[in-house]
């Protein structure tokens, strides 16, 4: 492997797939309901950063709450 980021368990995934793979094997679903619940919720520290710069602007420029839910939105759809 090339890149130092990929996997090299996962040498004939990543090759097929054409990209990086994060493989876990669960033995219990607690194990696996924590794990796929952390992972759908993780975010950037970028992202986190532009929410906040974002509802603070909204708050001095006193813009409502359906475009305030669209910006939000937006940077959301736009960083995954």
């Known amino acids: 492997m090339k890149d130092i980021k990929t ?8 090759t097929l797939w ?9 033995f219990d679903s607690y194990a696996a309901t ?3 619940t952390s992972y759908l919720t993780k975010f950037d520290k970028i992202v986190t950063n532009e929410f906040q710069t974002i509802i603070k602007k909204c708050e001095n420029e006193n813009v ?9 939105g937006n940077v959301f759809l736009n960083a995954q």
Request: glycine content about 0%; proline content about 0%; cysteine-free.
């Open 34 to 36: 924590s794990y796929y």
């Open 18 to 26: 054409k990209a990086n793979t994060n493989i876990q094997f669960f």
């Open 64 to 72: 409502d709450a359906n475009l305030k839910v669209r910006k939000l």
């Open 7 to 14: 996997n090299a368990y996962a040498i004939k995934v990543a």
